[in-house]
T-cell receptor, first 109, second 116 residues
Framework: GQNIDQPTEMTATEGAIVQINCTYQTSGFNGLFWYQQHAGEAPTFLSYNVLDGLEEKGRFSSFLSRSKGYSYLLLKELQMKDSASYLCAVMDSNYQLIWGAGTKLIIKP | GAVVSQHPSRVICKSGTSVKIECRSLDFQATTMFWYRQFPKQSLMLMAT?????????EQGVEKDKFLINHASLTLSTLTVTSAHPEDSSFYICSARGTENSYEQYFGPGTRLTVT
């Protein structure tokens, strides 16, 4: 079956760095996405990786290793507004998104 | 980026009534639209995928007669929850994709449905 695993909850301090991991097993692979979702709102797109390596976009970076079925989202210089759930999703061979359960990130002052 | 709207944003209805939720792509043509449901503190659950002009493909366990999906144009898809019950109360989110091999889905803001 298809499976996406990510931690349920993480806590970090304002100004620090946090890494959210995601491992996956899917039928085919057409890219991995990270989305941010604040409570009561729809997800917003953060990043897309289809090739191995690190993609940097401002304070956020995303890494992919296809051979290991592994990705991480790195958030630097954490701000209170970064408190949200972070969803890992993999696009399978049918171009369908398979979603992880999300990681709730709590930022403390 | 592309914009997807949903209407209404919140709706409260009585048990046994039907509710229609609209999803519109405002500045692009959406060949495929997706309908998700999300219960509190849980991840998104794909309900169905609809392609313009054809019948929707429902995920296992989703009743097609209860959740009617219509994708009549390249900019509009509707989800009708028929004979709603309290257990249908949830956050319903649509997303749209522009071209068949496009990787990105653009999400609507979601609709909070409460059935009393």
């Amino acid at each position: 079956g298809q499976n996406i695993d990510q931690p349920t909850e993480m806590t970090a301090t304002e100004g620090a760095i946090v890494q959210i991991n995601c491992t996956y097993q899917t039928s085919g692979f057409n890219g991995l996405f990270w989305y941010q979702q604040h409570a009561g709102e729809a997800p917003t797109f953060l990043s897309y990786n289809v090739l191995d390596g690190l993609e940097e976009k401002g304070r956020f970076s995303s890494f992919l290793s296809r051979s290991k079925g592994y990705s991480y989202l790195l958030l630097k210089e954490l701000q209170m507004k970064d408190s949200a759930s972070y969803l890992c999703a993999v696009m399978d061979s049918n171009y369908q998104l398979i979603w992880g359960a999300g990681t709730k990130l709590i930022i403390k002052p | 980026g592309a914009v997807v709207s949903q209407h209404p944003s919140r709706v409260i209805c009585k048990s046994g009534t039907s509710v229609k939720i609209e999803c519109r792509s405002l500045d692009f043509q959406a060949t495929t639209m997706f309908w998700y449901r999300q219960f509190p503190k849980q991840s998104l659950m794909l309900m169905a995928t609809s392609n313009e002009g054809s019948k929707a493909t429902y995920e296992q366990g989703v009743e097609k007669d209860k959740f009617l999906i219509n994708h009549a144009s390249l900019t509009l898809s509707t989800l009708t929850v028929t004979s709603a019950h309290p257990e249908d109360s949830s956050f319903y989110i649509c997303s749209a994709r522009g071209t068949e091999n496009s990787y990105e889905q653009y999400f609507g803001p979601g609709t909070r449905l409460t059935v009393t």
